[in-house]
């Protein structure tokens, strides 16, 4: 039987070819969405993934949609912590609601997401959570202490479940992508992309989303299963830990 992976925010950019990679590589898929109900049906059509809409800064919405994923598709192996948003301004101009709103979905929402597939992954002695963080939780970035913060905070989150769902067959990884051709990056003018983005970015190009996605489904493949705890940089030589 194939396994079951979850894809928050998996219908719409780096989220999206992450589910078409799992897919390919013969999971069963189920892709969160928050809001664009257009691009999510228009995802579905093309895929034939199924997508599932809520909120995973709402606990109990994560509870509920993944009871929803599970009686239609089984238990929960694979959780692919996806889901993100930004609500950049410099740290003098940021407001609470600023802060809250990128916390609470993008560090709370693994919480939200992890904790209902967690007991049953440990009574299966199976499972992969794979958090994807970012370049500037590993670096910063002015204008983004609360994405920043968060995405720091995710990669915490990742080893210490690592080191506790290891004895239980449960691996725990984060990835950390740099700048990916995704639709918003690549409407950035050219003159910003060509003379502020690229010549920061060794490889001189953008990444992929796919090159993300093949990244997500190694790590929840069989082979990775002495890979726990670890950080992944995909940024194009841009930061190197």
């Known amino acids: 039987m ?5 894809v928050t925010g998996g219908s719409r950019g780096i989220g999206a070819a992450i589910s078409v990679c799992l897919k390919d590589a013969g ?3 189920a892709a969160n969405y928050a809001g664009n109900d257009e691009k999510a049906k228009a995802f579905n059509e093309e895929t034939g993934i199924p997508v599932y809409k809520w909120d995973v800064s709402k606990y109990e919405a994560c509870v509920e949609g993944l009871a929803k994923i599970e009686a239609d598709l089984g238990p929960v192996d694979v959780l692919v912590n996806n889901a993100g948003i930004t609500r950049d301004a410099m740290f003098h101009k940021m407001t609470p609601e600023n802060w809250n709103d990128v916390i609470n979905t993008n560090l709370t929402g693994l919480f939200n997401m992890t904790h209902p597939v967690w007991p049953g992954m440990r009574d299966r002695g199976f499972g992969r959570i794979i958090n994807i963080s970012s370049i500037n939780g590993q670096k910063g970035q002015m204008g983004q202490a609360n994405y920043a913060a968060a995405k720091a905070g995710d990669i915490g989150f990742t080893k210490t479940l690592a080191q506790e769902g ?3 067959g449960i691996t725990v990884n984060a990835i950390c992508p740099g700048y990916i051709g995704t639709e918003m990056v690549r409407a950035v003018p050219e003159k910003v992309l060509n003379e502020r983005i690229l010549p920061l970015i060794p490889v001189g190009r ?3 989303p796919e090159e993300i996605g093949r990244c997500v489904v190694f790590l929840a493949s069989d082979d990775a299963g002495f890979v726990t705890g670890s950080t992944l940089s995909a940024n194009g030589g841009q930061y190197m830990t």
């Open 2 to 6: 194939s396994r079951v992976a979850v």
């Open 27 to 29: 999971y069963k898929v």
């Open 166 to 168: 290891a004895a239980k």
């Open 206 to 208: 953008l990444g992929e």
